[in-house]
């Protein structure tokens, strides 16, 4: 499903806003910050070669935990990627549920599941957990993964479980 205008919108705010405000933990060690990353990708892709110019953003609901044909379908297209593509295109977000604003037990809740399923499952790529919020509307029906094609400025939204077509999707703009 591509994005809507105001999707799209919405998701380039925030990620701005990330800069600022929105950190995390990679699965390795450091933090990042995300928005800031995407905003570089989109400022470089007009030097960089076209395989470069792809980036995945994989958006896991803390919901979806409990849903294991969702986490089946995000391990199955993570494991297909190519090395290059996990460690230099590819990020992830927990959401995590809304509560208080002081309700800090929830939010290390999501970071030691997370880190748990980071380890158990060798993920490489940077993931973060969303203390703000930022992106809870682009989860609003599940996990799902977003594919940034820098080559055409184009953006696709897929929602977990990925049928087998999406699938083919995905790695046919991946790999054009």
Known sequence: MKLKFWDWLIFLVFGCLGIFHFRGFHAGSGRVFLGEKILSFWDSTAFMPDDERKLLLFILD???????VCLESFLELFRRLP?????????????????REEDIDRTRIAEKKLKGFVRANQ???PFLVDRLQ??????????CVVLFDGARRI???????????QFEEIFKVLIE
């Open 83 to 99: 090395l290059r593509l996990k460690i230099q295109n590819s990020w992830g977000v927990l959401v995590v549920p809304a509560g």
């Open 123 to 125: 993920i490489i790529s």
């Open 134 to 143: 930022v992106f809870r509307e682009m989860a609003g029906e599940g996990s």
């Open 155 to 165: 953006i696709h939204m897929y929602g977990f479980p990925l049928r087998s077509e």
């Open 62 to 68: 803390f919901q979806d935990f409990f849903c294991p």
